[in-house]
């Protein structure tokens, strides 16, 4: 006997997404949502990887730990992109900008080296 398929499965409702899951959904000011939201992962991982408490990474950021705690949970409203830069460099980490031509269409990109 055959398995009858689940009608949730209908591939003719799978859409492509744009890359950005924030322009995907409507939100406002995707391209600045995606590069926030890069720049706090790699805060995040910073704050693993030493194996800091929520307080001790307080303490490193200048911020209270209610605010990393948002932070690491994404929770980005009161944190500007400058802001997770100056976060990011309190971690010992240089943030470079690279302006290129453009490819295709224009875009925002945050990329973590190790």
């Known amino acids: 006997m055959a398995k009858k398929r689940d009608p949730r499965l209908d591939d003719s409702r799978i859409e492509e997404g744009s890359g950005n899951v924030f322009a ?7 391209e600045e949502a995606l590069v926030k939201a890069k720049l706090s992962i790699a805060i995040e991982q910073i704050i693993q990887e030493r194996h800091l408490t929520q307080a001790e990474a307080a303490r490193v ?24 830069f100056r ?6 980490r240089d943030v470079e900008i690279v302006i290129r031509p453009r490819e295709s269409t224009g875009h925002v990109d945050v990329v973590a080296v190790a």
């Open 61 to 84: 950021l200048g911020i209270d730990q209610p605010k990393v705690s948002a932070l690491i949970r994404g929770h980005l409203e009161g944190f500007s992109v400058e802001r997770l």
């Open 24 to 30: 995907d959904i409507g939100m406002p000011n995707p």
């Open 87 to 92: 976060f990011l460099n309190k971690l010992d």
